[in-house]
């Protein structure tokens, strides 16, 4: 997914996944302090600075969604988002719940707007199944998968209101491995 990204928006970092790029980084020193969550409201702003349209992936190396992070840094974040609206922003969350519930109360003015897409990690059936069917009830404008990294395979699942789909392994020495049919099965199971 990050190759299809303009550019990378969020004003805080932390809590990757303990298999992520975002832990491998930080094990080669990219991120020193590690991924304990840090505000950085200074950044909210950024997206007025981009005059062209961009693509944004939010929080790419942590998750919007973390329970350390404050309802009212969200809406903050959503706030600009609403209103810098030239840009195409990708919100990934593994904590759909949290964005549903959010969702239904202060984030509400930010659900039918076309231009933020509402994403969950569906890495397998346990723990990506039970998010995508999350994902489904929430009242958003576009919704998109992240199938990336695939752990197996999914089977035949519901799509009604994906827009997007990304299907993909993970890279680099140490990652767990992804088989070519559960990439064929989940891509003819896409194009139904």
């Not at 969200?74 to 840009?87: C, G, P, Q, S």
């Amino acid at each position: 997914m990050v190759k299809m990204i303009s550019v990378r928006y969020g004003a805080w970092s932390g809590a990757g996944c303990s298999v992520s790029v975002s832990v491998r980084l930080v094990r080669r020193r990219a991120f020193e302090k590690g991924f304990d969550v840090r505000l950085a409201p200074w950044k909210l702003l950024e997206p007025f600075q981009w005059t062209s349209s961009k693509r944004v992936i939010v929080n790419s190396m942590s998750d919007l969604f973390h329970d350390d992070v404050s309802d009212r840094f969200i809406v903050a974040t959503f706030e600009v988002m609403a209103v810098v609206n030239w840009h195409t922003y990708q919100i990934l969350t593994k904590r759909p719940e949290r964005m549903q519930k959010l969702l239904k109360n202060d984030l509400e003015f930010a659900a039918g707007l076309p231009h933020i897409w509402w994403g969950v990690t569906v890495e397998d059936k346990k723990h990506g199944l039970p998010r995508l069917n999350c994902l489904q009830q929430c009242d958003v404008a576009k919704r998109f998968l992240s199938c990336e990294p695939l752990l197996e395979d999914i089977g035949t699942v519901c799509l009604d209101g994906i827009n997007w789909v990304i299907v993909g392994g993970e890279s680099g020495r140490g990652t767990r491995p992804v088989s070519r049919e559960w990439i064929v099965s989940s891509r003819s199971v896409h194009l139904r």
